[in-house]
């Protein structure tokens, strides 16, 4: 592993652990196992660090997503294959997701900005998905917006819990997961996560980790 490879770790172990506030340039640096003074030659600021590791995971999650998704389909099959990627997502890479959930409020309005609209973005992806299922009348909720947040937020929450010594393999929890979030919405569709192997190769590819 690079210097600049060893920063970033640090960074997303500490940041993740301690909070972007909790972490000191001196504890940077010597969970990176460099000298304070030639730390900046690999990072910059702090927050230019942050924003570069919120950027990389909302990109990949981004560009993952899209792969997923890509060719279109239904937004039954569109919503699940999303679902399951995201929970996939957020067991392999938890602590980068703690560090994107809970830190982006302590960048500054500029640095704030393109973070936003990656996320912004990737939840455009759900947001047609459902949408697009509740004008064809396969999705019936009251509260599409609300309950795609809740459905994040649910999907999200793997990262703080999920252990493959758990009750179920990550399989298993994806498919769940996304039965659950078709009964949230209502949906009348028969169950069943159609590109649940693709997801996993996606996974793979992308974080450079077998699930």
Not at 108 to 113: L, V, Y
Not at 172 to 181: F, G, M, N, S, V
Not at 187 to 194: E, L, N, R
């Amino acid at each position: 592993m690079s210097s600049r490879e060893r920063v970033r770790a640090a960074a997303v172990k500490l940041f993740a652990t301690k909070g972007f506030h909790g972490t000191g340039i001196r504890d940077l640096a010597q969970e990176a196992e460099l000298s304070s003074a030639s730390l900046y030659h690999y990072m910059g600021t702090k927050e230019d660090l942050l924003a570069e590791i919120m950027h990389t995971a909302l990109n990949r999650l981004l560009d993952a997503a899209r792969e997923a998704t890509a060719g279109g389909g239904d937004p039954v099959h569109r919503l699940r294959t999303l679902v399951a990627l995201h929970v996939l997502a957020h067991a392999v890479g938890p602590a980068e997701t703690r560090v994107v959930d809970n830190e982006v409020d302590v960048l500054s309005p500029a640095a704030r900005e393109p973070v936003v609209a990656l996320r912004d973005a990737y939840e455009r992806l759900w947001a047609a998905a459902i949408d697009e299922g509740v004008a064809a009348g396969v999705f019936r909720v009251a509260h599409p917006a609300v309950t795609r947040l809740a459905l994040l937020e649910m999907c999200s929450g793997v990262a703080r819990w999920y252990s493959p010594r758990g009750p179920l393999a990550l399989d298993q929890l994806a498919e769940h997961y996304a039965e659950l979030a078709s009964r949230a919405l209502g949906c009348t569709a028969p169950p069943g996560v159609h590109d649940l192997a693709r997801c996993r190769e996606i996974i793979a590819k992308e974080w450079g980790m077998s699930v």
